[in-house]
């Protein structure tokens, strides 16, 4: 399964929409690129293997393999980039401003619904981000 994050770049932070099979799942915040400062930008446009994780702050989530120079970049709610998040990216239903959303929850949950159902199947679930 492949899903695609089609970024737009802004000084304050990144927004994005994702899809899933050519249909479109819902808005993606991140932080401003900032040369793939740790914790401070979004990582760089690339394919990247996603993989299950639990923890007990997210419970079931995502996290991204192999992302250059980067450790624990996750998938998990959120509904403002600069507050919320280190570097990872937040589903959303609806984008409000540069880097910031709505009702994360909701998009979180059917992204992890597909995934988890993929890795049932033992299918490769990868993310390809692009602008």
Not at 35 to 45: A, R, V
Not at 63 to 82: F, G, M
Request: net charge positive; glycine share 6%.
């Amino acid at each position: 399964m492949e899903f695609l994050l089609h970024r737009t770049y802004f000084k304050e932070g990144t927004n994005g929409a994702l899809f899933v099979n050519g249909q479109f799942l819902g808005f993606v915040i991140e932080l401003p690129w900032q040369d793939n400062i740790k914790q401070k930008s979004c990582i760089p446009e690339g394919e990247y293997v996603l993989k299950p994780r639990f923890s007990d702050k997210f419970k079931h989530h995502l996290q991204l393999d192999y992302v250059p120079n980067r450790t624990l970049i996750l998938i998990h709610p959120a509904n403002d980039a600069k507050k919320e998040l280190l570097g990872c990216i937040a589903p959303v239903s609806s984008l409000t401003g540069i880097g910031k959303g709505l009702s994360s929850k909701i998009v979180f949950q059917k992204l992890v619904s597909l995934c988890y159902q993929a890795f049932d199947r033992k299918e490769q679930v990868t993310l390809k981000i692009t602008s």
